[in-house]
């Protein structure tokens, strides 16, 4: 690579991404892409792959028990430095990763079950 540049990945299919070695890389992701030169990232589709991959990383009750915790971690860092925007950007990681985890275990219902469900609502 050319000038130290990071690759776009704008025209990359990270939808289904899950791989990882090791969850502190997290942070470093983190970093280069919400504190970083935007410019240098190829910013251009590159604001989605954090809460795509960590909402992908999440559908495991480890992953999603590793994830928040290097979340929490990065999110203790900056509560203590008081940067309002960090914060933001890391609650809402947070938030994608608790609904990816919900969404994962969840069980959806058969049409008969919905009904029923729906009529015990309405009685009440």
Known sequence: ?????????NNTCY???NAIEDYNVIE??????YLGDRNEV?????????????????KTNDGYNHIQSE???????FENND??????Y???LLDDTKKSYINSI??????????SKAEEILSL
């Open 71 to 77: 979340l929490i971690r990065i999110k203790e860092k």
């Open 90 to 92: 890391i609650n809402t």
């Open 42 to 58: 190829g910013y251009s589709g590159v604001s989605n792959f954090l809460p795509t991959y960590v909402s992908n990383l999440s």
């Open 83 to 88: 940067v309002n925007n960090r914060l933001f």
């Open 1 to 9: 690579m050319s000038n130290n540049k990071i690759p776009s990945l």
């Open 28 to 33: 470093n992701l983190f970093n280069l892409i």
């Open 106 to 115: 969840s069980k959806p219902l058969t049409f008969k079950d919905s009904i």
């Open 15 to 17: 939808s289904n991404y």
